[in-house]
């Protein structure tokens, strides 16, 4: 006995199905289309959500890498040193043995530096 293949399995399932299609009543035709028709709408609606998912996430990077770059530019936007000195320079002035001029005048840069704080 011979074994069918897969072509001739396939050309008898087509040929059962159509013979069954025309012993169909209307009724049964009309609710297997509608069938038909919801499974096709389920299989659409995982498709949308994954791009809404997908929406979202691309969101919420854009929103993240937004708010990086904004926290690591915010720093520099601070008042800070004068020119190129830094914090060093500034420490290296206030312990030398000799005595700079506005040690003596430091009323006014207390006052310079509420001012300064005010606006």
Do not use: H, N
């Not at 609710?31 to 691309?58: T, V, Y």
């Not at 000799?98 to 840069?109: A, K, N, V, W």
């Amino acid at each position: 006995m011979r074994t069918p293949t897969e072509q001739e399995l396939q050309e008898a399932a087509r040929r059962l199905l159509q013979k069954s299609e025309l012993e169909c009543d209307d009724f049964t035709v009309a609710r297997l289309r509608a069938a038909r028709l919801r499974a096709l709408e389920a299989r659409r609606r995982p498709f949308l959500l994954s791009w809404q998912a997908l929406g979202g996430i691309a969101t919420a990077g854009i929103a993240a890498a937004l708010a990086g770059v904004l926290w690591l530019k915010a720093p520099s936007d601070l008042p800070g040193p004068r020119g190129s000195e830094t914090p060093v320079a500034d420490i290296e002035l206030l312990t030398t043995k000799e005595s700079p001029d506005f040690y003596t005048e430091l009323d006014f840069y207390d006052w310079l530096a509420s001012e300064a704080d005010a606006s």
